[in-house]
């Protein structure tokens, strides 16, 4: 067990430690390990963290020798038994575009197989993501159909985003696999977003259908007419983060992406 603990020490945490064990007469501080074994055990089992709150070490059943230094103990599984993950995509998001004529002009949209749908549905404090879809067409030409229309009725300040793989290849919808790869990603899509706070989906499909295997996906934000690369992502997309990932049953994601280094 205690091979796969990463321990992280802080004076900031030491300090506070040493005052509280001044103020409360104590002699000595230690961790009842037993009282945690089984909830450790549990929580390795499941692939998760344990973060032991630090209150919570402060107990006068003291039966180990006193320890001088008091590390905040997160306990990870082996990465060795984590799933590989065999699929990992960059999609590339370029908008957004106020209205479906707007998209159609911009240039390259026709390889795009993924598409958003951004706005306010009623009694929604801010906008948000509110559907997720793929399409084999040009998503301006999805996004007309009379069903799709009847679908976003609802939607005020629409706005919408048209992604795709960044291994052009990828993009194309008519063979199985192709086919396959986009609901993975729409699928990892909906899933995530629908449990997110605050965002209220439309989608009716996938809201609980989690992905089959593992997946990652990394977010690119292009300008809505030029490739150029956004620094900032725009707040309404806020839910979406820029590295999502679905591995045994749990997500994991990072937000955002920063250009840390530039060799030009």
């Known amino acids: 067990m205690f091979s796969s603990a990463v321990w992280i020490f ?13 103020k409360s007469s104590m002699s000595a501080l230690q961790i009842k390990v037993a009282r945690y074994q089984s909830i450790i055990t549990s929580r390795l089992n499941r692939k998760t963290a344990v973060i032991i709150p630090m209150k919570q070490l402060f107990t006068e059943d003291l039966t180990l020798p006193y320890i001088s230094t008091i590390p905040i103990c997160i306990f990870l599984n082996s990465i060795n038994n984590m799933s590989e993950i065999k699929e990992v995509y960059v999609i590339e998001w370029m908008g957004p575009y106020n209205s479906l004529d707007e998209m159609y002009e911009r240039e390259g949209i026709d390889s795009c197989c993924i598409y958003l749908i951004t706005g306010r549905l009623p009694y929604d404090r801010r906008p948000s993501i509110k559907y997720v879809g793929i399409t084999k067409r040009p998503p301006s030409k999805r996004l007309k159909d009379k069903d799709h229309q009847e679908k976003q009725k609802d939607i005020k300040e629409k706005q919408f985003w048209a992604g795709r793989f960044s291994v052009s290849r990828y993009n194309n919808l008519d063979s199985p696999s192709g086919r396959c790869r986009a609901e993975a990603v729409e699928t990892l899509l909906i899933r995530y977003l629908t449990n997110m706070p605050g965002v209220r989906m439309i989608n009716e499909k996938k809201r609980y259908q989690d992905p089959r295997r593992p997946i990652a996906i990394i977010s690119r934000w292009k ?42």
């Open 10 to 22: 802080s004076r900031f945490f030491r300090s506070r430690i040493a005052n509280k064990i001044k």
């Open 223 to 264: 300008k809505k007419l030029t490739d150029d690369q956004r620094y900032n992502k725009p707040s309404i997309l806020s839910s979406l983060p820029d590295t999502l990932m679905y591995v045994d049953g749990d997500f994991y994601s990072c937000d955002k992406m920063r250009n840390t280094l530039c060799t030009n």
